[in-house]
């Protein structure tokens, strides 16, 4: 199993996350993270840090979110890794909980 980051995290950014992986599995991209499923060890760590509730099992996922599994996969292959925490977007409280934010992905 793997955790996934979903729509929540785009624009939003917190990292959180990366601060308690302890296998360095989260990549950053201009206004999202992914987890990298082949080197995630599910051990559930990064899912309660994630301040707006962004991250899922991937057996969790909410079928209008399933897509995230590939993007996920998808995106490690382009972006660094990130191991420490950064400040987030000054405009993320903004963002929080706005639905359909896929079109604003910044690649």
Do not use: S
Not at 53 to 67: E, N, R, V, W
Request: charged share 30%; proline share 8%.
């Amino acid at each position: 199993m793997t955790y996934v980051v979903t729509d929540n995290c785009i624009k939003c950014k917190y990292t959180d996350c990366v601060e308690v992986c302890p296998v360095d599995c989260f990549y950053e991209g201009p206004n999202f993270l992914v987890i990298d499923p082949e080197e995630c060890i599910d051990c559930t760590l990064c899912e309660p840090e994630c301040p707006i509730g962004a991250i899922y099992p991937d057996d969790d996922l909410p079928k209008d979110q399933q897509h995230f599994l590939e993007l996920n996969a998808e995106l490690t292959l382009l972006w660094p890794v990130i191991t420490e925490m950064k400040a987030a977007p000054e405009d993320a409280k903004e963002w929080e909980g706005v639905a359909n934010k896929l079109k604003h992905l910044e690649r």
